[in-house]
T-cell receptor, first 112, second 110 residues
Framework: DVKVTQSSRYLVKRTGEKVFLECVQDMDHENMFWYRQDPGLGLRLIYFSYDVKMKEKGDIPEGYSVSREKKERFSLILESASTNQTSMYLC???????????FGQGTRLTVV | EDQVTQSPEALRLQEGESSSLNCSYTVSGLRGLFWYRQDPGKGPEFLFTLYSAGEEKEKERLKATLTKKESFLHITAPKPEDSATYLCAVRNTGFQKLVFGTGTRLLVSP
């Protein structure tokens, strides 16, 4: 089975902190994605990566950055956390562009 | 811009009462329509991929169908364990991201 693992289920951070969300997949997938999910807004793409050290902005990249130094790991960085970044963050991976994406269990981040 | 609209927002069924969920989409060249199930507090779980109009996929009590403008997720004789949010997403020919609808929350009562 494909496994996408996010480092934390729940996080509470203070405004202004730098926050790292880590995601690891074990199926040698080329593509990895970070989404955030908010009630009434659905899943919105923050960033995605189609290869090591490659990244593309999604629909809502402001306030976020990403890092992909190894194929299996994709990190989302909140440079200076703000309360409007309180959300559920979902990491996903897929082998090639035409196939389905597999999701991790999610990280619920609260910024206070 | 690619768009996905799901209806209804919420659906309450009695156990055994069959129904359908709708996913309407506009996309500049469909390169896959995806259905996911999401339980509260968890990540989406993949169910089906459909690529062309007329295609159908089945899994247990679920059946997904696709036309040129919409997809349906038919639930036959649902059970309480089918209660979840069902998400629809599309991918277009020019871009790798999935565009999601806001989902249908399904509650099946015993």
């Amino acid at each position: 089975d494909v496994k996408v693992t996010q480092s934390s289920r729940y996080l509470v951070k203070r405004t202004g902190e730098k926050v790292f969300l880590e995601c690891v997949q074990d199926m040698d997938h080329e593509n990895m994605f970070w989404y955030r999910q908010d009630p009434g807004l659905g899943l919105r793409l923050i960033y995605f990566s189609y290869d090591v050290k490659m990244k593309e902005k999604g629909d809502i990249p402001e306030g976020y950055s990403v890092s992909r130094e190894k194929k299996e790991r994709f990190s989302l960085i909140l440079e200076s956390a703000s309360t409007n970044q309180t959300s559920m963050y979902l990491c996903a991976s897929s082998p090639i562009i035409d196939t389905e994406a597999f999701f991790g269990q999610g990280t619920r981040l609260t910024v206070v | 811009e690619d768009q996905v609209t799901q209806s209804p927002e919420a659906l309450r069924l009695q156990e055994g009462e069959s129904s359908s969920l709708n996913c309407s989409y506009t996309v500049s060249g469909l390169r896959g329509l995806f259905w996911y199930r999401q339980d509260p507090g968890k990540g989406p779980e993949f169910l089906f991929t459909l690529y062309s109009a007329g295609e159908e996929k089945e899994k247990e009590r679920l059946k997904a169908t696709l036309t040129k403008k919409e997809s349906f997720l038919h639930i036959t004789a649902p059970k309480p364990e089918d209660s979840a949010t069902y998400l629809c997403a599309v991918r277009n020919t020019g871009f790798q991201k999935l565009v999601f609808g806001t989902g249908t929350r399904l509650l099946v009562s015993p």
